[in-house]
């Protein structure tokens, strides 16, 4: 039964809702800490395997989420079938076994055919684990759970890159995949245990292909669903750009050292902070509106960014790199958490599927301009900061766009 302002919506047994929100992190979270835990890794991984081009290094976040696009658009309808749990556990099983590929590594080659399997096998939780959420909240209280769990799941990478630099002190790059594969062995085992199918199965599914081209029809006929798809890909692809030269800008650039864990956990407090912010208020003041504040926000400092930058020959002071940047990054909490929640709110009769689509579309967008724009990367800031202030810009004219009309945006805005 869904009950009034948001509240859960089935009477089916649940776990307590801190638990819950702790266990969808634990699974979601996997896909940060495989991302992030690599980094501070790169120049070892770059040694041991022989890697004389280091921008290469670039492709094996690229190769994790390259492979996890095509997972996002399999376990949605499989999670439909044969629910969520059991699409869970199939993810995380793959998972773990790109992780061991990954760890017996000897080549660039297998080190992303490694990474590649490992993004496959994420996608099972990634999405199945947003569709049980979508079976058990709606609305405003969907975006306040979502919010909560992205603000768990950003605190990963906050501490991953100085966990990671831990591990290959007492031992090597090679360590932190078993690492990956302890963390998924636990998540499956607690799901196991704690967490009842959300789906039963009277209320499932059977695969039939044009049940999947109607829904798949459905979707993409959807233009506010698809706008805030491509909003969500868009923010994503920004993310996976700073992601892939990060180490390079505080390392290269600002010659940090080994103080680089620190200044990307600085960059990464500020995006948890908006997210138990928005958590708060979103039922308040509406998704839409911290939506178009945390855009312009990310628009405005992105742009003053670009400035100072182009001032200083693409390398500005860092004092005045790491401020800007971090109200830069503070704004991706407010977005992420919304904008997911406003794109599988129209989709309840088909939250695998449309969990799916949303997510392998938005992770294909980000590749495509990740890899894109990190090729006029070459050890200045000016190719991140013309990458967000496109991006701000065109997010803002798409969310015109999902709703026909300028005027609705700001008027919701400013209401």
């Given at each position: ?6 509240e859960i ?20 979270s ?23 081009d ?10 994790m ?13 499989l ?20 992780s ?5 590594a ?12 490992q ?61 990956l594969?302890l963390?998924a062995?636990?998540?499956v ?9 959300t ?18 029809r459905?979707?993409l ?31 290269d ?42 855009l ?13 930058a ?32 406003m ?16 997510s ?7 590749i495509?301009?990740?890899v ?12 991140l ?24 945006v ?6």
């Amino acid at each position: 039964m869904a009950l009034s302002q948001g509240e859960i919506k089935t009477t089916q047994k649940h776990l307590p809702e801190k638990e819950f929100i702790i266990l969808c992190a634990l699974m979601m979270s996997l896909t940060a800490l495989s991302t992030d835990a690599v980094l501070p890794a790169f120049s070892q991984i770059a040694h041991a395997l022989g890697i004389i081009d280091y921008q290469k290094t670039q492709w094996i976040i690229s190769a994790m989420i390259f492979g996890m696009a095509f997972g996002e658009i399999t376990f949605g309808p499989l999670s439909d079938v044969i629910g969520r749990k059991k699409s869970i556990s199939f993810g995380i099983g793959i998972f773990i076994i790109g992780s061991v590929v990954a760890l017996c590594a000897t080549s660039l080659t297998g080190l992303l055919i490694g990474r590649c399997i490992q993004g496959f096998g994420l996608a099972g939780p990634k999405i199945a684990s947003r569709a049980l959420i979508r079976d058990l909240y709606k609305g405003t209280a969907m975006a306040r759970i979502m919010s909560y769990t992205m603000m768990i799941i950003i605190l990963v990478p906050m501490l991953a890159p100085a966990f990671g630099q831990l591990v290959m002190l007492l031992g090597s790059w090679r360590w932190v995949f078993g690492v990956l594969i302890l963390q998924a062995l636990i998540a499956v085992i607690w799901l196991a245990i704690r967490q009842p199918e959300t789906l039963p199965p009277a209320v499932r599914h059977p695969f039939q292909w044009g049940r999947l081209r109607k829904d798949a029809r459905f979707f993409l006929s959807q233009r506010e669903v698809m706008a805030y798809t491509c909003i969500a890909g868009g923010i994503f692809g920004c993310l996976m750009l700073y992601l892939s030269i990060a180490q390079s800008i505080f390392q290269d650039i600002y010659q940090v050292g080994t103080h680089f864990p620190l200044y990307f956990a600085l960059l990464a407090a500020g995006s948890v902070l908006t997210n138990f912010f928005n958590g708060k208020i979103v039922q308040r003041v509406g998704m839409m509106r911290c939506l178009v504040a945390a855009l312009s926000v990310l628009l405005f400092s992105s742009f003053l960014l670009l400035m100072i930058a182009l001032s200083y020959s693409g390398k500005p002071p860092f004092i005045l790199f790491m401020l800007i940047a971090m109200v830069m990054f503070s704004c991706f909490g407010m977005i992420f958490g919304n904008v997911n929640a406003m794109a599988m709110e129209p989709l309840g009769h088909m939250a695998g599927l449309g969990a799916s689509m949303i997510s392998s579309i938005s992770s294909l967008v980000a590749i495509v301009f990740s890899v894109f724009m990190g090729q006029f990367y070459h050890f200045s800031v000016t190719p991140l900061a013309v990458a967000f202030v496109l991006i701000a810009s065109l997010t803002l004219i798409l969310l015109a766009f999902a709703k026909y009309d300028v005027k609705y945006v700001f008027q919701g805005f400013f209401k």
